[in-house]
Protein backbone atom coordinates (compact mmCIF):
# COMPACT_ATOMS: atom_id res chain seq x y z
CA UNK A 1 0.00 0.00 0.00
CA UNK A 2 2.69 2.63 1.06
CA UNK A 3 4.22 1.50 -2.10
CA UNK A 4 1.31 2.20 -4.20
CA UNK A 5 1.24 6.12 -2.38
CA UNK A 6 4.71 6.32 -3.10
CA UNK A 7 4.06 6.13 -6.75
CA UNK A 8 0.42 8.04 -7.17
CA UNK A 9 1.15 10.40 -5.31
CA UNK A 10 3.79 12.19 -7.41
CA UNK A 11 1.48 11.27 -10.20
CA UNK A 12 -1.25 13.36 -9.02
CA UNK A 13 0.47 16.15 -7.94
CA UNK A 14 2.29 16.16 -11.58
CA UNK A 15 -1.37 16.32 -13.06
CA UNK A 16 -2.86 19.03 -10.69
CA UNK A 17 0.32 21.19 -11.92
CA UNK A 18 0.37 20.14 -15.42
CA UNK A 19 -3.65 21.26 -15.32
CA UNK A 20 -3.23 24.38 -13.34
CA UNK A 21 -0.18 25.42 -15.58
CA UNK A 22 -2.58 24.23 -18.92
CA UNK A 23 -5.62 26.67 -17.10
CA UNK A 24 -3.49 29.32 -16.22
CA UNK A 25 -1.95 29.68 -19.86
CA UNK A 26 -4.85 29.24 -21.31
CA UNK A 27 -6.35 32.13 -19.30
CA UNK A 28 -3.66 34.50 -19.66
CA UNK A 29 -4.08 37.68 -21.18
CA UNK A 30 -2.49 39.25 -23.91
CA UNK A 31 -0.04 41.53 -22.67
CA UNK A 32 2.16 42.94 -25.37
CA UNK A 33 0.87 43.92 -28.76
CA UNK A 34 3.70 44.86 -31.32
CA UNK A 35 3.44 47.36 -34.31
CA UNK A 36 5.64 46.69 -37.51
CA UNK A 37 5.46 48.65 -40.43
CA UNK A 38 5.13 52.45 -40.80
CA UNK A 39 1.66 53.77 -40.54
CA UNK A 40 1.66 57.39 -42.04
CA UNK A 41 -1.89 58.03 -42.63
CA UNK A 42 -3.50 55.53 -40.63
CA UNK A 43 -5.54 56.58 -37.69
CA UNK A 44 -3.98 54.80 -34.75
CA UNK A 45 -6.43 55.81 -32.40
CA UNK A 46 -8.88 54.10 -34.67
CA UNK A 47 -7.07 51.18 -35.36
CA UNK A 48 -6.79 50.17 -31.77
CA UNK A 49 -10.63 50.56 -31.33
CA UNK A 50 -11.43 48.25 -33.80
CA UNK A 51 -8.44 46.06 -32.40
CA UNK A 52 -9.48 46.38 -28.75
CA UNK A 53 -12.79 43.58 -28.44
CA UNK A 54 -10.48 41.01 -30.42
CA UNK A 55 -7.65 41.59 -27.63
CA UNK A 56 -9.76 41.79 -24.86
CA UNK A 57 -9.63 37.84 -25.38
CA UNK A 58 -7.32 35.50 -23.43
CA UNK A 59 -3.75 35.41 -25.64
CA UNK A 60 -4.51 31.63 -26.49
CA UNK A 61 -7.99 32.54 -27.67
CA UNK A 62 -7.39 35.33 -29.54
CA UNK A 63 -8.82 34.99 -33.11
CA UNK A 64 -6.56 36.17 -35.63
CA UNK A 65 -8.45 35.96 -38.70
CA UNK A 66 -11.50 38.00 -37.04
CA UNK A 67 -8.56 40.34 -36.07
CA UNK A 68 -7.05 40.44 -39.49
CA UNK A 69 -10.75 41.53 -41.06
CA UNK A 70 -11.36 43.99 -38.45
CA UNK A 71 -8.22 46.27 -39.56
CA UNK A 72 -8.56 45.28 -43.32
CA UNK A 73 -11.82 47.64 -42.40
CA UNK A 74 -8.77 50.61 -42.69
CA UNK A 75 -8.75 52.31 -46.22
CA UNK A 76 -5.02 52.64 -45.90
CA UNK A 77 -3.97 49.65 -45.09
CA UNK A 78 -2.84 47.47 -48.20
CA UNK A 79 -1.85 44.10 -46.41
CA UNK A 80 -2.18 42.90 -42.64
CA UNK A 81 -0.41 39.95 -41.36
CA UNK A 82 -0.78 38.99 -37.65
CA UNK A 83 0.91 36.32 -35.47
CA UNK A 84 1.29 35.13 -32.15
CA UNK A 85 4.25 34.97 -30.25
CA UNK A 86 5.13 33.14 -26.30
CA UNK A 87 4.47 34.06 -23.99
CA UNK A 88 1.67 37.43 -24.92
CA UNK A 89 2.63 38.98 -27.33
CA UNK A 90 0.63 39.86 -30.76
CA UNK A 91 2.50 41.06 -33.35
CA UNK A 92 0.92 43.53 -36.56
CA UNK A 93 2.45 44.03 -39.33
CA UNK A 94 0.96 46.62 -41.26
CA UNK A 95 1.94 47.85 -45.04
CA UNK A 96 0.29 51.14 -45.70
CA UNK A 97 -1.15 52.01 -49.11
CA UNK A 98 0.81 54.46 -51.52
CA UNK A 99 -1.34 57.10 -53.36
CA UNK A 100 -0.40 56.98 -56.24
CA UNK A 101 -3.18 59.19 -58.36
CA UNK A 102 -6.35 61.31 -57.03
CA UNK A 103 -9.67 59.76 -58.52
CA UNK A 104 -12.21 61.79 -59.25
CA UNK A 105 -12.78 64.69 -56.19
CA UNK A 106 -12.31 62.56 -52.98
CA UNK A 107 -10.72 59.06 -53.57
CA UNK A 108 -7.18 58.04 -54.14
CA UNK A 109 -5.60 55.14 -56.27
CA UNK A 110 -3.08 52.95 -55.25
CA UNK A 111 0.88 52.21 -56.85
CA UNK A 112 -0.97 49.04 -57.81
CA UNK A 113 -4.11 50.41 -59.69
CA UNK A 114 -6.73 49.94 -56.59
CA UNK A 115 -8.82 52.80 -56.04
CA UNK A 116 -9.93 53.76 -52.35
CA UNK A 117 -11.75 56.15 -50.32
CA UNK A 118 -9.76 57.78 -47.74
CA UNK A 119 -11.67 59.02 -44.37
CA UNK A 120 -9.64 62.11 -44.30
CA UNK A 121 -8.16 63.90 -47.29
CA UNK A 122 -4.52 63.14 -47.33
CA UNK A 123 -1.99 65.63 -47.83
CA UNK A 124 0.07 66.57 -50.23
CA UNK A 125 -2.13 65.20 -52.76
CA UNK A 126 -0.63 63.39 -55.66
CA UNK A 127 0.09 65.44 -58.91
CA UNK A 128 -2.08 63.03 -61.10
CA UNK A 129 -5.47 62.80 -61.39
CA UNK A 130 -8.20 60.11 -63.05
CA UNK A 131 -11.86 60.90 -63.60
CA UNK A 132 -13.39 58.01 -64.64
CA UNK A 133 -15.88 55.80 -63.38
CA UNK A 134 -15.48 52.35 -61.26
CA UNK A 135 -16.15 50.63 -64.22
CA UNK A 136 -13.58 52.52 -66.50
CA UNK A 137 -10.77 53.16 -63.84
CA UNK A 138 -8.77 50.35 -64.46
CA UNK A 139 -8.38 50.76 -68.31
CA UNK A 140 -7.40 54.38 -67.36
CA UNK A 141 -4.49 53.49 -65.04
CA UNK A 142 -3.53 51.48 -68.09
CA UNK A 143 -3.84 53.88 -70.08
CA UNK A 144 -1.83 56.07 -68.40
CA UNK A 145 1.31 53.81 -68.15
CA UNK A 146 1.06 53.72 -71.50
CA UNK A 147 1.37 57.14 -72.24
CA UNK A 148 3.24 58.64 -69.59
CA UNK A 149 6.68 57.48 -71.28
CA UNK A 150 5.42 58.70 -74.66
CA UNK A 151 4.89 62.13 -73.36
CA UNK A 152 8.39 62.25 -71.39
CA UNK A 153 9.88 61.58 -74.00
CA UNK A 154 8.79 65.18 -75.68
CA UNK A 155 8.76 66.99 -72.09
CA UNK A 156 5.52 66.58 -71.73
CA UNK A 157 4.02 65.98 -68.22
CA UNK A 158 0.55 63.57 -67.93
CA UNK A 159 -1.17 65.49 -65.22
CA UNK A 160 -5.03 64.62 -65.55
CA UNK A 161 -6.90 61.72 -68.08
CA UNK A 162 -10.92 62.04 -67.84
CA UNK A 163 -13.19 59.42 -69.14
CA UNK A 164 -15.86 61.08 -71.16
CA UNK A 165 -19.53 60.30 -72.07
CA UNK A 166 -19.44 57.49 -74.79
CA UNK A 167 -15.78 56.30 -73.87
CA UNK A 168 -13.74 59.35 -74.75
CA UNK A 169 -10.74 60.31 -73.43
CA UNK A 170 -9.12 63.81 -72.53
CA UNK A 171 -5.73 64.56 -71.33
CA UNK A 172 -4.45 67.05 -69.67
CA UNK A 173 -0.38 67.97 -69.99
CA UNK A 174 1.50 70.13 -67.81
CA UNK A 175 -1.45 71.04 -65.52
CA UNK A 176 -2.77 73.41 -68.66
CA UNK A 177 -2.90 71.95 -71.83
CA UNK A 178 -6.54 69.86 -72.68
CA UNK A 179 -6.42 67.30 -75.38
CA UNK A 180 -9.36 65.49 -76.69
CA UNK A 181 -8.32 62.26 -77.88
CA UNK A 182 -11.45 60.61 -78.34
CA UNK A 183 -11.98 56.92 -78.18
CA UNK A 184 -11.21 55.29 -81.94
CA UNK A 185 -7.96 54.84 -83.07
CA UNK A 186 -6.48 56.08 -80.20
CA UNK A 187 -2.82 55.14 -80.76
CA UNK A 188 -2.26 56.68 -84.21
CA UNK A 189 -4.20 60.00 -83.05
CA UNK A 190 -1.54 60.02 -80.05
CA UNK A 191 1.07 59.62 -82.76
CA UNK A 192 -0.08 62.39 -85.16
CA UNK A 193 0.13 64.44 -81.59
CA UNK A 194 3.14 63.70 -80.99
CA UNK A 195 4.22 64.31 -84.57
CA UNK A 196 3.12 67.78 -84.45
CA UNK A 197 3.87 68.40 -80.87
CA UNK A 198 7.84 68.05 -81.97
CA UNK A 199 7.57 69.71 -85.64
CA UNK A 200 6.11 73.33 -84.29
CA UNK A 201 3.59 72.83 -81.60
CA UNK A 202 6.09 72.52 -78.69
CA UNK A 203 7.03 76.04 -79.87
CA UNK A 204 4.13 77.42 -79.34
CA UNK A 205 2.94 75.68 -75.81
CA UNK A 206 2.61 78.29 -73.75
CA UNK A 207 -0.27 79.84 -76.31
CA UNK A 208 -2.53 76.62 -76.76
CA UNK A 209 -5.92 76.24 -74.68
CA UNK A 210 -6.71 72.96 -76.41
CA UNK A 211 -5.62 70.33 -78.87
CA UNK A 212 -8.56 68.21 -80.84
CA UNK A 213 -7.61 64.85 -82.22
CA UNK A 214 -10.73 64.00 -83.04
CA UNK A 215 -10.13 64.41 -86.88
CA UNK A 216 -9.45 61.45 -89.64
CA UNK A 217 -6.55 63.02 -90.83
CA UNK A 218 -5.97 66.06 -88.67
CA UNK A 219 -6.13 68.23 -85.51
CA UNK A 220 -7.31 71.53 -83.91
CA UNK A 221 -5.70 73.27 -82.12
CA UNK A 222 -7.71 76.43 -79.67
CA UNK A 223 -5.07 79.52 -78.72
CA UNK A 224 -5.46 81.04 -75.41
CA UNK A 225 -4.89 84.15 -77.78
CA UNK A 226 -8.41 85.58 -78.94
CA UNK A 227 -9.14 85.58 -82.86
CA UNK A 228 -6.46 83.05 -84.04
CA UNK A 229 -7.37 79.28 -84.37
Do not use: C
Not at 9 to 38: H, K, S
Not at 56 to 83: H, R
Not at 137 to 162: C, Y
Request: proline share 6%; net charge negative.
Amino acid sequence: MLFWLRVILPLVVLLLLVGYWLNWTLARPVGQVAIYGEVRHSDLAQLQQRALPWLEEPFWKVDLQGLKQALEQDPWLKKVQISRHWPDRIQLDLVEREAWARWNETALIDVDGQGFHPPTPVQPLPARHIHAGVESMPEAVQLWHKLEPLLEARDLELTGLRYEARGSWQLELDGAVRVLVGRDNMEARINRFLWAWTAWLAAESEKIERIDLRYPNGMSVAWLESGRK
